[in-house]
Nanobody
């Protein structure tokens, strides 16, 4: 079992920045990668970014490339999502998730454990 606590959401104006954090505990040694997904009202949950614990390879959705950066702190079992140049269309509940598999990391159903979600609202 892996437990995830995600935090850092809030209200920000368009063009602003936020940093989300996701702290993992439990059987973290079994995890292979951590991802961030988001879900806007009335929409499907979609992939945002992912990072492998070993090696640090990163993966991004096209919609956030160049604006968002995912990083990890292995010693703290924590993953971060730095979000810059935020747009109103980035408004959503953001969820971190862990997978013990080898991908593909952009697929929601590859992830076994999920955080509770943190709201990000970008005003225009």
């Amino acid at each position: 079992q892996v437990w995830l606590v995600d935090s850092g959401g809030g209200l920000v104006q368009a063009g602003g920045s936020l940093r989300l954090s996701c702290a993992a505990s439990g059987r973290t040694f079994s995890s292979n990668a951590m991802g961030w997904f988001r879900q806007a009202p009335g929409k499907e949950r979609e992939f945002v970014a992912a990072i492998r614990w070993s090696g640090g390879s990163t993966y991004y959705a096209d919609s956030v490339k160049g604006r968002f950066t995912i990083s990890r702190d292995n010693a703290k079992n924590t993953v971060y999502l730095q979000m810059n140049s935020l747009k109103p269309e980035d408004t959503a509940v953001y969820y971190c998730a862990v997978t013990t598999g080898n991908g593909p990391y952009g697929v929601r159903y590859e992830y076994e454990y999920w955080g509770q979600g943190t709201q990000v609202t970008v005003s225009s």
